[in-house]
């Protein structure tokens, strides 16, 4: 019982339902592990699976090699991954097309990425800025 009264931590995992589409809202901030973590709880779903990231931002000289990293594990998420372009979401997208993987896309902003989203299960990873768009 306490287990259920137990309320979210606001954009962290947050767990919210819109008709027929869960959304795990994981946008707050992000990082690798955090972010393996999210994609693992995305696997859960049986259904439909989308994520809408705009990869790890401000890693600094490692943001290729992260970011390359996160696109392999995307891969085992089964998601269609819409990516939120930016120079970071570049790499993930290049080790997602390195791999074969098929259903992914760039959207030039969230809203733009989030349309058509109706039903299944929605991971947000990340949060950006519009200082980081292309």
Known sequence: ESINSLEFIKNRLEVKKEGNLLIIDDSYNSNPRGFVNALEVL??????RYLITPGIVEAGEKTKMINYNIGIEIARSLAEVRLIKNTS???IYDALKGLGYQNVAIYNS?????KGIKEGCLLIENDLPDKYLM
């Open 43 to 48: 696997r859960f779903y049986g259904g439909k």
């Open 110 to 114: 969230f809203a733009e990425a989030r």
């Open 89 to 91: 979401s570049m790499y």
